[in-house]
């Protein structure tokens, strides 16, 4: 499925008025899970409060140990310090990397800002190797930016 057709039905999902923030954010980590083959995982991170670390929000796929993350470490406390999308096309590759299973070959994380601060990021896993283009940065950017305006 194209991002283009996922763009509308992102939106309506944060649209439902009778559900909370977490549940919409779970319908969006299931959508984009069960319609882009290679998204293995799908999760969000929060910062947690003026902490610098991130706690892990609504998420679609294994279970991770790893609920929070300190700012620096591994791919998304990189982001949450340098505000920049992170591809990484083989974690292998990657020296601060926080191993959450041996079939995620490669990740990419987009930071969510509102009113231009860092507020979390969306985290995606894939068992294939280098599958994120792009595309893949721009879509997940629209997500993000759609997103904020919940805050």
Not at 6 to 16: C, D, H, S
Not at 84 to 90: A, I, L
Request: glycine residues 6%; proline residues 5%; hydrophobic residues 40%.
């Amino acid at each position: 499925m194209s991002f283009e057709i996922l763009k509308p039905k992102v939106t309506a999902i944060l649209m439902q008025n009778h559900i909370s923030r977490d549940e919409k954010l779970f319908e969006i980590c299931t959508l984009l899970k069960n319609t882009i083959d290679y998204y293995n995982w799908v999760g969000f991170y929060f910062r947690n409060g003026e902490k610098e670390e991130l706690l892990l929000g609504p998420y679609v796929g294994a279970p991770t140990d790893h609920t929070v993350i300190p700012f620096g470490k591994g791919i998304c406390g990189q982001v949450a310090v340098s505000n920049q999308n992170f591809v990484v096309p083989d974690v292998s590759d990657q020296d601060n990397y926080i191993s959450c299973s041996f079939t995620v070959k490669s990740e990419i994380v987009v930071p969510l800002f509102v009113n231009g601060a860092n507020i979390g990021q969306i985290d995606i896993d894939s068992h294939v190797l280098n599958p994120f283009t792009e595309a893949d940065e721009r879509f997940l950017e629209f997500v993000n930016q759609e997103i904020a305006k919940m805050f």
